[in-house]
């Protein structure tokens, strides 16, 4: 094995005072926490090489074959956005490159010395004691921990280091006594399959001491890296949007590694291609990165194998057709057409009842794999077939096999004919098989209207749980015209996550998270295992951006035909990208407030661009200075542009009204202006679109009249509330004469499955889920944690609970509506510092109720409380200790009675 020469690449920041304990600067603004690493540069003096025979230690070389002379991305929290390598290609290794902490913290200050100089080349930190140190690296990387000491003393367990992606050890196994891999190095080595892992936060834990202080002289990443460049751009008027597209983008670099896209970043049993996670990272990868290359071998790897989803099976066939519009690579499309048809043909076959397996983390999708063929998981599967169908269809026409366009087409057509046979189909949709149906062009205008009246006007509503699937709900907003409802949605959904702190994208997350849990402070499992905080599936908001904000949208394969049409709604005032394609990046910009516009279309592409009105009238258009558009489409006469470049006429121009859609399937619809309601059909509410741009670069002046409303943001209000009452902390297990007057189940409370209960007359069931997780911590106590056995709160007790490793269900079903108090007990009985988040949703259609509470410190037990009205749902997710439990539910009168 090569020597790995270390070449230090660290992150310069200059300490603030000491604040308590922690060390560091701390600023912030209002679109979301500073990162703290926009400066990435060698650091000075010598560097000492580390030779290892190590197998376990990939045998990467330092970051090498490029240079920082990039542009400066403040919005970025990639360290490396200016590294720009000089021909990156998916066959390269991975490289390294090393981050030292921008902050330090510890509980027992009087056992360390020297902490500000962990950031700085010279670290010289001296314990003096036992505790523990906490390093924030600033970033999630893609990374293993170490540390240098030439003196720490060799004491069996003396030390021990850690890792997580928030600020506190994320679980057990990520924590062991570190390996010595040289003289003075120490790495932590973890018992998984994986040396790296996604890590923001470190510890050196010292648990024992001598009395003979050592030296902590270097504490920093090893982070693993793809090489692969920013080619696209994003910004506008929003400084969180901007910052989305490049977090997005970030997610999926980290994921990328040396034969394939990676799904996540801890070492879980899924750390593995996931063919429908791919869809969303690949989309993403072509958008920010023009890498044609990684998806190509990605799609290769994972043709084969859709993960026994059959969604996935159909995810990747629209992940190949993206490949084809981005890269114009027939060979590769044509070779996979007998795989393709294999799958479609599987596809039919389940449409009228299929085994789904997955479709999402949201509840109203079954709970991940827990319910997952739940009515709307199904139909969202039977829209997810006609929309996959109808766009392989058009890429077969455009490869000259109009057999299979035929035959395809007219499968989509048939299945959607079968959703309409069913006139209540609009009526039972939730949002995910609500968006699948406009994306693939299923309701009529009049069905969308419906739609968008029932399932996304609230914007909870909105909001997945996974945003995986929050892309798709986005994709068809943007087809509908509801621009800024959609932005708005995005915001609360990715720029959420920001706001808490994430430097990359989670796997779930959930608004109100934000107002319960600390910045960077866990988050809530789900039902899968614990939820990694960088998945690159969650990538979505930066294809979105760029194809529907920005609006670059291939039209032809290779971008060949490009539409360039910009959604700014109320919300945005400018917008600016690059988009790679295989000729050259297209490049554009729109000022709606200055009334300016940049356009570069490179050699071989021809653009339709659209100048959206914005609820104004546009009364001129200058193109290189010449007049082409004075407020009608006559008289003006063919003019030539700039370069060569001949621009359509304003007789060949096309005047767009607002909603109105001209295809099916393939293409988002492009509808300007951000009306909520119906759009008029004068032109206050119109776009302007040139056809047939040939190559060139354009600037465009554009003369407005009239003023683009403000857009209020819709507050977030919860479809048929309860009312979510305090905790309550003091009762404890002695629940007679509280709680229970209509009714109470006590969980388990006789044995495994063995519940005492006494059911109210107007509920028909209790259920909990998954499967049969019960404990009895102890039988016949007199501990007045444990629940009492009867509302006299007489006698000796049993401490039982239901649990499971990360989330549990309970599903109260009634007989008909009737108000009622609920409360349900848990108990962190066995003192594991257990936390965990309960929520509640409406049954049947699982939409949330109220927004999530964060239960802690419940050593004594505590009773979370709400006023129902209707069958509910409660949920329990683990955030700290060792898995999520509840003892009890209890019935009572409503306040509201």
Same mark, same amino acid.
């Given at each position: 094995?090569?020597?790995?020469?270390?070449?230090?690449?660290?992150?310069?920041?200059?300490?603030?005072?000491?604040?308590?304990?922690?060390?560091?600067?701390?600023?912030?603004?209002?679109?979301?926490?500073?990162?703290?690493?926009?400066?990435?540069?060698?650091?000075?003096?010598?560097?000492?090489?580390?030779?290892?025979?190590?197998?376990?230690?990939?045998?990467?070389?330092?970051?090498?074959?490029?240079?920082?002379?990039?542009?400066?991305?403040?919005?970025?929290?990639?360290?490396?956005?200016?590294?720009?390598?000089?021909?990156?290609?998916?066959?390269?290794?991975?490289?390294?490159?090393?981050?030292?902490?921008?902050?330090?913290?510890?509980?027992?200050?009087?056992?360390?010395?020297?902490?500000?100089?962990?950031?700085?080349?010279?670290?010289?930190?001296?314990?003096?004691?036992?505790?523990?140190?906490?390093?924030?690296?600033?970033?999630?990387?893609?990374?293993?921990?170490?540390?240098?000491?030439?003196?720490?003393?060799?004491?069996?367990?003396?030390?021990?280091?850690?890792?997580?992606?928030?600020?506190?050890?994320?679980?057990?196994?990520?924590?062991?006594?570190?390996?010595?891999?040289?003289?003075?190095?120490?790495?932590?080595?973890?018992?998984?399959?994986?040396?790296?892992?996604?890590?923001?936060?470190?510890?050196?834990?010292?648990?024992?001491?001598?009395?003979?202080?050592w030296h902590i002289t270097n504490v920093r990443l090893m982070c693993q890296i793809k090489p692969t460049d920013y080619k696209g751009s994003f910004s506008c008027s929003d400084p969180m949007l901007t910052k989305m597209w490049y977090t997005g983008a970030y997610t999926v670099k980290l994921n990328l590694l040396k034969n394939l896209i990676g799904a996540i970043l801890m070492d879980r049993g899924d750390r593995?291609?996931?063919?429908?996670?791919?869809?969303?990272?690949?989309?993403?990868?072509?958008?920010?990165?023009?890498?044609?290359?990684?998806?190509?071998?990605?799609?290769?790897?994972?043709?084969?194998?859709?993960?026994?989803?059959?969604?996935?099976?159909?995810?990747?066939?629209?992940?190949?057709?993206?490949?084809?519009?981005?890269?114009?690579?027939?060979?590769?499309?044509?070779?996979?057409?007998?795989?393709?048809?294999?799958?479609?043909?599987?596809?039919?076959?389940?449409?009228?009842?299929?085994?789904?397996?997955?479709?999402?983390?949201?509840?109203?999708?079954?709970?991940?794999?827990?319910?997952?063929?739940?009515?709307?998981?199904?139909?969202?599967?039977?829209? &997810?077939?006609?929309?996959?169908?109808?766009?392989?269809?058009? !890429? *077969? =026409?455009?490869? #000259?096999? @109009? %057999?299979?366009?035929? $035959?395809?087409?007219?499968?989509?057509?048939?299945?959607?004919?079968?959703?309409?046979?069913?006139?209540?189909?609009?009526?039972?949709?939730?949002?995910?098989?609500?968006?699948?149906?406009?994306?693939?062009?299923?309701?009529?205008?009049?069905?969308?209207?419906?739609?968008?009246?029932?399932?996304?006007?609230?914007?909870?509503?909105?909001?997945? &749980?996974?945003?995986?699937?929050?892309?798709?709900?986005?994709? !068809? *907003? =943007?087809?509908? #015209?509801? @621009? %800024?409802?959609?932005? $708005?949605?995005?915001?609360?959904?990715?720029?959420?996550?920001?706001?808490?702190?994430?430097?990359?994208?989670?796997?779930?997350?959930?608004?109100?998270?934000?107002?319960?849990?600390?910045?960077?402070?866990?988050?809530?499992?789900?039902?899968?295992?614990?939820?990694?905080?960088?998945?690159?599936?969650?990538?979505?908001?930066?294809?979105?951006?760029?194809?529907?904000?920005?609006?670059?949208?291939?039209?032809?394969?290779?971008?060949?035909?490009?539409?360039?049409?910009?959604?700014?709604?109320?919300?945005?005032?400018?917008?600016?990208?690059?988009?790679?394609?295989?000729?050259?990046?297209?490049?554009?910009?729109?000022?709606?407030?200055?009334?300016?516009?940049?356009?570069?279309?490179?050699?071989?592409?021809?653009?339709?661009?659209?100048?959206?009105?914005?609820?104004?009238?546009?009364?001129?258009?200058?193109?290189?200075?010449?007049?082409?558009?004075?407020?009608?489409?006559?008289?003006?006469?063919?003019?030539?542009?700039?370069?060569?470049?001949?621009?359509?006429?304003?007789?060949?121009?096309?005047?767009?009204?607002?909603?109105?859609?001209?295809?099916?399937?393939?293409?988002?619809?492009?509808?300007?202006?951000?009306?909520?309601?119906?759009?008029?059909?004068?032109?206050?509410?119109?776009?302007?679109?040139?056809?047939?741009?040939?190559?060139?670069?354009?600037?465009?002046?554009?003369?407005?009249?009239?003023?683009?409303?403000?857009?209020?943001?819709?507050?977030?209000?919860?479809?048929?509330?309860?009312?979510?009452?305090?905790?309550?902390?003091?009762?404890?297990?002695?629940?007679?004469?509280?709680?229970?007057?209509?009714?109470?189940?006590?969980?388990?409370?006789?044995?495994?499955?063995?519940?005492?209960?006494?059911?109210?007359?107007?509920?028909?069931?209790?259920?909990?889920?998954?499967?049969?997780?019960?404990?009895?911590?102890?039988?016949?106590?007199?501990?007045?944690?444990?629940?009492?056995?009867?509302?006299?709160?007489?006698?000796?007790?049993?401490?039982?609970?239901?649990?499971?490793?990360?989330?549990?269900?309970?599903?109260?079903?009634?007989?008909?509506?009737?108000?009622?108090?609920?409360?349900?007990?848990?108990?962190?009985?066995?003192?594991?510092?257990?936390?965990?988040?309960?929520?509640?949703?409406?049954?049947?259609?699982?939409?949330?109720?109220?927004?999530?509470?964060?239960?802690?410190?419940?050593?004594?037990?505590?009773?979370?409380?709400?006023?129902?009205?209707?069958?509910?749902?409660?949920?329990?997710?683990?955030?700290?200790?060792?898995?999520?439990?509840?003892?009890?539910?209890?019935?009572?009168?409503?306040?509201?009675?």
């Amino acid at each position: 094995m090569l020597p790995v020469v270390k070449i230090c690449l660290a992150i310069q920041l200059c300490l603030a005072a000491t604040v308590g304990t922690c060390l560091a600067a701390d600023d912030s603004d209002a679109s979301g926490p500073a990162i703290r690493t926009s400066l990435i540069m060698p650091l000075p003096g010598p560097h000492t090489p580390v030779t290892t025979t190590d197998p376990n230690v990939p045998p990467y070389q330092p970051l090498h074959g490029g240079a920082f002379d990039g542009p400066a991305v403040p919005f970025s929290p990639d360290p490396l956005v200016r590294y720009v390598w000089r021909d990156p290609q998916a066959t390269n290794d991975l490289q390294y490159y090393l981050l030292r902490p921008v902050k330090v913290f510890t509980e027992e200050p009087g056992a360390f010395d020297g902490l500000k100089s962990a950031s700085r080349h010279h670290c010289d930190i001296t314990v003096r004691g036992t505790g523990s140190l906490r390093f924030d690296f600033g970033v999630e990387s893609a990374a293993w921990m170490e540390f240098d000491s030439p003196d720490m003393p060799d004491v069996p367990g003396g030390v021990q280091m850690g890792v997580s992606e928030f600020n506190a050890p994320a679980w057990e196994r990520c924590i062991a006594t570190p390996t010595r891999i040289s003289s003075h190095t120490y790495c932590l080595k973890l018992k998984g399959r994986f040396d790296y892992n996604g890590v923001r936060f470190g510890w050196i834990y010292v648990r024992s001491f001598d009395g003979r202080p050592w030296h902590i002289t270097n504490v920093r990443l090893m982070c693993q890296i793809k090489p692969t460049d920013y080619k696209g751009s994003f910004s506008c008027s929003d400084p969180m949007l901007t910052k989305m597209w490049y977090t997005g983008a970030y997610t999926v670099k980290l994921n990328l590694l040396k034969n394939l896209i990676g799904a996540i970043l801890m070492d879980r049993g899924d750390r593995v291609p996931w063919t429908g996670d791919d869809h969303i990272a690949q989309g993403a990868a072509l958008t920010a990165f023009g890498d044609w290359g990684d998806v190509a071998q990605n799609l290769d790897i994972t043709a084969k194998n859709y993960n026994r989803i059959p969604s996935y099976a159909l995810y990747w066939v629209l992940s190949l057709v993206d490949y084809y519009h981005y890269t114009g690579d027939r060979a590769l499309l044509t070779q996979y057409i007998p795989n393709v048809q294999d799958k479609l043909a599987d596809g039919e076959k389940w449409f009228p009842n299929c085994n789904i397996r997955f479709y999402g983390w949201d509840d109203r999708l079954g709970s991940g794999f827990m319910d997952a063929n739940c009515d709307e998981a199904r139909e969202a599967y039977r829209m &997810l077939f006609i929309e996959t169908c109808r766009q392989f269809a058009q !890429a *077969m =026409g455009t490869v #000259g096999r @109009t %057999d299979l366009e035929n $035959q395809y087409e007219q499968t989509a057509d048939r299945c959607a004919q079968l959703v309409q046979d069913q006139p209540d189909w609009v009526n039972r949709a939730a949002i995910f098989s609500a968006a699948d149906a406009i994306n693939a062009g299923v309701p009529t205008d009049e069905q969308q209207d419906v739609l968008y009246r029932r399932v996304f006007a609230n914007p909870i509503e909105r909001i997945s &749980l996974s945003s995986f699937n929050e892309f798709f709900i986005l994709k !068809a *907003m =943007g087809r509908m #015209g509801w @621009t %800024d409802q959609a932005l $708005q949605t995005a915001l609360e959904d990715w720029g959420g996550q920001i706001q808490y702190g994430g430097t990359t994208f989670f796997e779930c997350y959930w608004p109100s998270w934000n107002a319960i849990i600390p910045q960077n402070g866990p988050i809530p499992s789900m039902q899968g295992g614990v939820t990694s905080l960088c998945h690159p599936w969650s990538a979505g908001c930066t294809t979105w951006l760029t194809r529907y904000v920005a609006g670059i949208e291939p039209t032809g394969p290779g971008f060949a035909t490009v539409d360039i049409t910009p959604h700014l709604g109320r919300l945005l005032t400018w917008v600016a990208a690059d988009a790679p394609t295989p000729h050259g990046n297209i490049h554009w910009s729109f000022d709606a407030t200055r009334g300016r516009a940049n356009l570069v279309v490179p050699d071989g592409v021809t653009a339709r661009l659209g100048i959206p009105a914005l609820d104004r009238t546009i009364e001129a258009i200058r193109i290189n200075g010449r007049m082409e558009w004075n407020g009608s489409d006559q008289g003006l006469p063919a003019v030539e542009g700039a370069g060569n470049a001949v621009i359509s006429t304003t007789r060949s121009l096309t005047i767009l009204r607002m909603g109105g859609r001209s295809w099916r399937g393939m293409r988002m619809t492009f509808s300007f202006g951000a009306n909520p309601g119906k759009a008029s059909s004068g032109s206050k509410n119109d776009g302007v679109y040139f056809t047939g741009v040939a190559p060139g670069n354009y600037t465009f002046d554009i003369r407005y009249r009239g003023t683009t409303p403000a857009y209020a943001p819709q507050p977030l209000v919860y479809p048929d509330p309860v009312n979510a009452l305090a905790q309550d902390d003091t009762t404890s297990g002695n629940w007679g004469g509280v709680y229970g007057k209509d009714g109470y189940v006590l969980l388990d409370y006789d044995g495994a499955g063995k519940n005492r209960e006494n059911l109210p007359s107007y509920v028909e069931s209790v259920t909990c889920r998954p499967g049969t997780n019960t404990t009895q911590w102890a039988q016949d106590v007199s501990d007045a944690r444990a629940l009492a056995s009867n509302d006299g709160n007489e006698g000796t007790r049993n401490a039982a609970t239901f649990y499971n490793r990360c989330s549990l269900l309970v599903d109260i079903k009634l007989k008909e509506p009737h108000p009622f108090r609920l409360a349900a007990y848990a108990v962190d009985f066995d003192h594991q510092n257990r936390q965990e988040t309960a929520d509640i949703y409406n049954l049947p259609d699982l939409t949330r109720a109220a927004p999530t509470q964060l239960v802690r410190e419940f050593q004594k037990g505590k009773y979370v409380i709400f006023d129902c009205q209707d069958s509910v749902r409660l949920r329990f997710d683990d955030v700290r200790g060792s898995n999520a439990v509840v003892s009890g539910i209890f019935f009572d009168p409503s306040s509201e009675r």
